[in-house]
């Protein structure tokens, strides 16, 4: 407990600090502190005799943001959620993960992806890569400089450095460099992750032509231990940590993924420009009312798993001759042109946009280059049909439709169909979202061919169909938000262990109809400077045990709030997170699938984390202390069988925003 108490007494100091040197601010208006905090960092260093850069001088859009115009927004430096830096545990989008950042995961709640087309089914690595919709494009009227850094003792450390600049008003470059490393809990957890792109945006001076070009690379490595060799060190009160027996104790057995895209989109505006920005600033954007746009990608992925060492070591199916190290080996090349045309109708004023007619048809080609070590290269082809129209009745109406449909190639007759409405019902009442999907999707590659050295078949599988429809409540006067989702499923896929041995894995595509129902609500709550935020998920299907996640998902979190000078502000709190128990998964190591195996249920305990975030002028700073209460309720917790998560660790992190 010597961290906790260290946490508390850090956390107390600085917010006794700062209000003993600092005259207390007036009180917050309707605005939050966070918005009112950046806007006072600004107006305080404009102030000054000389030009002060400041954020307000750096604006940003993305792949998103410019889906239908040219939309930028703000650098955001608020302090509220800095401290929830671990892709694994965020609150609401919780994991299951083998224990450390870095290693594999798969979402917590049910959360089916919505793609179409080929996918070779490697999934446990995404929340750690790097991808075109998170990079970033800047407008930096000043050189843009963000460093960020976490540490969590010698075990844990990440480094994020971005950079951005213009070569002209219209026409910007940057870089991101992330890194993570773990050296992990147990004995052979270690994690080295890199992700690193180079992008530059270019804007016509007539804004009606833009351009988007970018290289993106990801390499991901996790060295895999096999579990610890005593699955009860909590109830037997092992010292567990570095020194526990792991399966996979010598040379590390590792996973290598690899990735390189690049990736050029251009657009040119036809027809009237129209100009919006948002009352605050916020958002500011130029509207077309015809555009022309085309995508090109190229995209090499590998999924590498080398086994240095010979045997099985009790992890591994023992196999007649298996004395060798072995690779194994699956890559997929990509080539992808995507053309669109755009129509946009409206009125003149945009005080008020009503009666907008939207119109959206394109045609995506996919050609692929597919190999599975020792198979040969496959080479094939998908062509997309793409489409969206959408309406707004009013300003409180509006009605979106879009299909996507593969209609040549290898996996022709894959759909998504989508429709939603929002309705601005009052300021007061909030709105409402009606949704709806319709997805077909081919088998992932890896469900229908596996030559991997313990894992071999060959299956033909039947398509996946989920239908869903959705209820989405929203009142932002009131912090509140609620969401109702019912999915039902056909042709379900997934692992479980083989009848042959309990080492071995296997696809199985169930015969019967899924039903799934999930609420999920979301509260905040205000009481002068303390603050309460409510997170509730409730799922119920009829295969809760197939789909191996939980009736109940919570969070809360409690915490003070204050800001002691216009560039000084300090939160200090701590979070709570609890499920239900459920039916936890297996992990095979050699294809980082995670599976259906024997029935485990573990005992389940709150977990809660202490923390303290600051803002200092430029600075955001964070302290945690992660599983505070460990040996409270239990020595320690599962959420993947085998696989005992990490024990309390004290973690701090700063991000340091430079303008000039």
């Not at 939980?550 to 701590?574: C, D, L, N």
Request: proline fraction near 4%; charge should be positive.
């Amino acid at each position: 407990m010597k961290y906790y108490s260290l946490l508390i007494g850090l956390i107390l100091t600085c917010i006794t600090s700062a209000y003993a040197q600092v005259r207390p601010a007036n009180p917050a208006s309707g605005r939050s502190a966070d918005s009112e905090l950046d806007s006072l960092r600004r107006r305080e260093e404009e102030k000054q005799d000389t030009v002060i850069f400041t954020a307000k001088y750096i604006r940003y859009t993305t792949v998103g943001l410019l889906k239908d115009s040219t939309r930028t927004v703000f650098l955001d430096t608020t302090l509220t959620h800095f401290h929830h830096y671990n892709p694994l545990i965020l609150p609401e989008r919780p994991t299951i993960n083998l224990g450390n950042i870095g290693q594999p995961a798969r979402d917590l709640l049910f959360n089916p992806r919505k793609n179409i087309g080929f996918d070779p089914g490697f999934h446990s690595l995404d929340f750690y890569r790097l991808n075109q919709d998170s990079i970033r494009y800047y407008r930096a009227r000043t050189p843009f400089t963000s460093l960020y850094y976490v540490n969590g003792t010698s075990r844990e450390q990440i480094f994020r450095v971005t950079h951005a600049q213009n070569i002209k008003p219209n026409w910007s470059f940057g870089a991101n460099y992330f890194r993570i490393n773990n050296e992990g809990f147990y004995l052979n957890q270690n994690t080295s992750n890199l992700n690193a792109s180079v992008f530059t945006w270019y804007e016509g001076p007539k804004k009606r032509y833009n351009l988007l070009l970018n290289g993106l690379f990801n390499t991901l490595k996790n060295a895999e231990n096999g579990s610890v060799v005593n699955e009860n060190i909590f109830e037997e009160k092992e010292d567990n940590g570095i020194s526990s027996t792991v399966r996979l104790g010598g040379t590390p057995v590792r996973h290598v993924w690899k990735q390189k895209e690049y990736f050029i989109k251009q657009f040119y505006y036809i027809g009237r420009l129209d100009t919006a920005k948002t009352a605050d600033s916020v958002i500011a954007s130029v509207r077309p009312t015809q555009r022309l746009s085309h995508q090109f990608t190229y995209a090499n992925d590998g999924y590498t798993f080398n086994k240095p060492i010979a045997g099985s070591q009790n992890v591994f199916p023992a196999m007649v001759g298996d004395t060798l190290a072995f690779k194994d080996s699956t890559t997929v090349k990509r080539i992808s042109n995507e053309f669109r045309y755009s129509f946009y109708l409206r009125g003149r004023s945009l005080s008020f946009v009503k009666n907008e007619l939207k119109l959206d048809v394109g045609l995506q080609h996919d050609l692929y280059k597919y190999q599975q070590l020792p198979v040969g290269i496959e080479s094939f082809q998908n062509v997309t049909l793409k489409g969206d129209l959408g309406y707004r009745f009013s300003d409180r109406v509006y009605i979106n439709g879009s299909i996507n449909q593969i209609t040549v190639g290898r996996n022709a007759g894959d759909y998504l169909y989508e429709a939603q409405s929002e309705i601005q019902l009052s300021k007061s009442v909030g709105r409402i979202i009606l949704g709806a999907y319709i997805q077909n999707k081919s088998p992932e590659a890896l469900f229908e061919r596996s030559t991997y050295h313990y894992h071999k078949w060959t299956e033909s599988f039947d398509n996946t169909k989920i239908n869903n429809l959705s209820f989405t409540y929203l009142n932002p006067k009131y912090s509140f938000r609620a969401k109702a989702e019912y999915f039902l499923m056909s042709k379900y896929l997934y692992y479980q262990v083989s009848d042959t041995s309990s080492l071995q894995i296997r696809p199985v595509q169930s015969d019967n109809l899924i039903n799934m129902l999930k609420i999920t609500g979301r509260k905040d709550f205000h009481f002068g400077r303390f603050n309460l935020e409510s997170y509730l998920v409730l799922q119920k299907s009829d295969f809760q045990d197939l789909l191996q996640t939980p009736e109940i998902y919570t969070f809360q979190s409690f915490y003070y709030k204050r800001r002691f000078s216009p560039s000084v502000a300090a939160h200090a709190g701590f979070d709570v997170r609890w499920s239900s128990k459920y039916n936890a998964p297996s992990y095979a190591i050699n294809v980082s699938q995670f599976y259906v195996g024997n029935e485990v249920r573990f005992s389940s305990y709150p977990i809660v984390d202490v923390w303290g975030e600051f803002a200092l002028k430029r600075a955001n700073i964070f302290l945690r202390y992660d599983y505070a209460n460990q040996g409270l309720f239990s020595k320690g917790y599962y959420t993947v069988n085998r696989y005992p998560m990490p024990g309390s660790l004290l973690r701090f992190g700063v991000q340091w925003n430079f303008y000039d």
